[in-house]
């Protein structure tokens, strides 16, 4: 646990430096520019972190697997379908193992490679987003997104490439995104929900449809076994066809502090909406796709399988929860800077010995 708190320490500090050392530009939204040289640093501590990891995480062996056998297709057009009957499922994912495999047979290749490109598009992101830069940052571990990123690596890749891409659904452009999205469904194809997304969030916040989200994602909770039915349906004819069987059974839902995490910064983003707008006007978008992530978020109390799609929401919140700290009198926003570093940090505190098996931490020199 001393690896992730001296993670913590440095990310946060030296986030903190890029702030200081930075300078007021107003072609971006925060209209500050974090200083680019000083955020290598915590980029680098992020990467090295994750990308050194040995056994640690869930899913540590499946991919440890995906790794070997990518590295058995004889070249990377069979992976596409091309000259065989059968392609790879997610075959952008897996052509990207087959590269990595003709440098090395080692997986550790594949884990230090993937956290480099999920971690710059999330830094990139926050760079142009996050303000203050270094909350932004310092949220992303205490909000627990890094450490559940040692888990479903493709997915959370997915993820922070959308992430990144945020810029192209603000500005409305739609062949952009959509492009975005494509590429992204390669490495995973639930980034696909992001294609009716895209149509949804991109009105005011707290507007009608919204609201009618919310009461059918209620209503799919409430009318669980029902809804159940229809979803399995959906799932029967596509590659989690085989987890038909697993959610009949399963009962473990998403652990309700998660969910109280998910639904304080909306309870707050309503309460101070205008404020938040006049702040920035286009905050309503990040809005809405925190809000869809905290629905997904209910419909996992039921079964914590969906909570896979709020991989692709949950990362708003380090975009949208610093904004609090600007929109009152500066003894308000301190006291309020100081209550998030101490919440969120006990939060991920707390998640850590039982949560996504990150403990005990190893490096690949302790193999």
């Not at 975005?180 to 991109?202: D, E, G, K, Q, T």
């Not at 009962?251 to 702040?279: D, H, S, Y």
Request: aromatic share 18%; hydrophobic share 55%.
């Amino acid at each position: 646990m001393s690896v992730y708190m001296l993670n913590m320490g440095i990310v946060f500090i030296w986030s903190w430096f890029a702030k200081m050392y930075g300078r007021e530009d107003h072609r971006l939204p925060t209209g500050y520019r974090p200083n680019a040289i000083l955020t290598v640093v915590p980029l680098a501590s992020l990467i090295i972190v994750a990308g050194l990891r040995y056994k640690v995480g869930t899913d540590y062996h499946t991919y440890m697997l995906l790794y070997e056998l990518a590295g058995k297709y004889n070249n990377i057009w069979e992976i596409f379908g091309f000259g065989t009957d059968k392609s790879s499922t997610d075959p952008g994912f897996t052509a990207l193992l087959w590269i990595l495999n003709q440098v090395s047979a080692d997986p550790a290749l594949m884990f230090a490679v993937v956290a480099a490109i999920t971690y710059i598009y999330i830094v990139k992101t926050l760079y142009v987003y996050g303000r203050p830069f270094e909350l932004s940052m310092f949220l992303f571990i205490g909000m627990f997104h890094y450490y559940a990123s040692f888990n479903g690596i493709r997915q959370y890749m997915a993820a922070a490439i959308l992430f990144w891409a945020v810029r192209y659904l603000i500005d409305g452009k739609l062949v952009r995104y959509m492009t975005v999205v494509l590429i992204c469904s390669l490495f995973h194809s639930s980034a696909l929900i992001m294609i009716p997304v895209y149509f949804i969030v991109r009105r005011k916040a707290w507007s009608p449809v919204l609201w009618c989200l919310m009461l059918l994602f209620l209503a799919g909770t409430f009318l669980y076994q029902k809804f159940l039915s229809v979803f399995l349906v959906v799932l029967e004819n596509s590659q989690y066809g085989h987890y038909e069987e697993w959610l009949m059974k399963n009962t473990n839902g998403m652990n309700a502090i998660k969910i109280i995490v998910l639904l304080l910064p909306l309870v707050l983003a309503f309460c101070f909406r205008e404020q938040l707008r006049k702040r920035w006007p286009e905050v309503d978008y990040i809005v809405n796709l925190c809000l869809i992530g905290f629905l997904f978020g209910i419909l996992a109390t039921k079964d914590v399988i969906f909570a896979r799609f709020n991989i692709y929401f949950g990362l708003y919140q380090l975009i949208l929860v610093p904004y609090f700290v600007r929109i009152f009198e500066p003894k308000s926003n301190a006291l309020l800077y100081v209550l998030i570093l101490i919440c969120y940090f006990l939060y991920s505190f707390m998640l850590m010995p039982f949560d996504s098996s990150v403990l005990p931490y190893r490096t690949i020199f302790e193999r």
